[in-house]
């Protein structure tokens, strides 16, 4: 799948005002999408990610489990509030919700805290 196909398949299987729940609590709304980034509101927030990023993380967990913890870890700049530059950490779960509601992921486990962050299998 290319970068293209990736984006394409969002916009079309995650059209503006689709809401996803999340993991812990709450959901995720699709607000706006462009040609290159998503926007999307959690609680108060709204928060902004290209598809770029969110394909590159997709490309280096294929076929691997992976966790909100390794996606801070491989970039920090899009995956953890705490990162200089800052990403935002809400993000992880963002991606996992988008890869499972694509079919490109298992089922979400772990409770979403320091010793058992959530965490899905990427197919």
């Not at 729940?21 to 995720?28: A, R």
């Not at 990162?83 to 486990?109: K, V």
Request: aromatic fraction near 8%; include cysteine.
């Amino acid at each position: 799948m290319t970068l293209d196909e990736f984006a394409n398949r969002i916009r079309s299987d995650l059209p503006v005002g689709s809401i996803m729940d999340n993991p812990g609590g709450g959901t995720s709304t699709i607000i706006k999408q462009s040609q290159s980034f998503i926007t999307y509101r959690r609680g108060k927030s709204s928060i902004c990610v290209s598809y770029e990023a969110l394909f590159k993380a997709y490309g280096a967990y294929r076929g691997k489990q992976v966790s909100a913890s390794d996606l801070k870890v491989f970039a920090p700049s899009v995956f953890d509030s705490a990162a200089r530059p800052a990403g935002h950490s809400c993000n992880s779960t963002f991606l996992l919700l988008l890869l499972r509601h694509l079919g490109l992921a298992g089922d979400i486990q772990g409770q979403g805290v320091r010793g058992s962050p959530f965490h899905a299998r990427i197919s």
